[in-house]
């Protein structure tokens, strides 16, 4: 899958990875190929990878303080549900992120939280082929998966 294609299928979210959203988009994925639901699984994963970053990672949850005000990070699952918020916010936006990255600050909302679309080519798969999704990704969207994007990490 181009990753034309890939946020063509993304636009149908609107911007928002809600339930009905993903589902929305894993049954218009669910009427391609298999091999089309695999390159998409493999583009997302690979979009999320990318975005797996210390800058990212690092910025504090936008709308949530810890005790005595002080700023409350981000823990894994919400860095990578804020990733895929990015992510479903579109191409223009996924994009954005690398240049300002003030611009990834909104998606750290604890009222952003795109976690639905990590299961959208599970559904898709599901739906098509009538079996359980059982494909690993070339990329990890673990946070803290890319280490040139985690430098210290490496050590």
Same mark, same amino acid.
């Given at each position: 899958?181009?990753?034309? #294609?890939?946020?063509? !299928?993304?636009?149908? +979210?609107?911007?928002?990875?809600?339930?009905?959203?993903?589902?929305?988009?894993?049954?218009?994925?669910?009427?391609? $190929?298999?091999? #089309?639901?695999?390159? =998409?699984?493999?583009?997302?994963?690979?979009?999320?990878?990318?975005?797996?970053?210390?800058? =990212?990672? @690092? !910025?504090? &949850?936008?709308? +949530?303080?810890?005790?005595?005000?002080?700023?409350?990070?981000?823990?894994?699952?919400? =860095?990578?549900?804020?990733?895929?918020?990015?992510?479903?916010?579109?191409? #223009? &936006?996924?994009?954005?992120?690398?240049?300002?990255?003030?611009?990834?600050?909104?998606?750290? $909302?604890?009222?952003?939280?795109?976690?639905?679309? +990590?299961?959208?080519? #599970?559904?898709?798969?599901? +739906?098509?082929?009538?079996?359980?999704?059982?494909?690993? @990704?070339?990329?990890? =969207?673990?946070?803290? $998966?890319?280490?040139?994007?985690?430098?210290?990490?490496?050590?």
């Amino acid at each position: 899958m181009t990753w034309a #294609d890939f946020w063509a !299928l993304i636009a149908i +979210l609107e911007g928002q990875a809600t339930q009905v959203n993903c589902e929305r988009l894993a049954e218009e994925l669910s009427r391609r $190929s298999v091999p #089309d639901i695999v390159g =998409f699984a493999e583009r997302h994963a690979e979009a999320l990878y990318r975005l797996d970053q210390e800058r =990212f990672g @690092t !910025l504090p &949850v936008v709308d +949530l303080t810890a005790r005595y005000g002080s700023p409350f990070p981000q823990s894994d699952d919400g =860095f990578l549900y804020a990733r895929c918020a990015v992510v479903a916010a579109g191409r #223009d &936006v996924w994009e954005s992120v690398f240049f300002d990255v003030d611009k990834f600050v909104p998606y750290t $909302s604890t009222e952003r939280d795109g976690e639905w679309l +990590l299961y959208v080519p #599970d559904k898709a798969y599901e +739906l098509a082929v009538g079996e359980e999704w059982d494909h690993l @990704t070339r990329y990890s =969207f673990e946070s803290c $998966s890319n280490l040139d994007g985690w430098p210290h990490l490496r050590d």
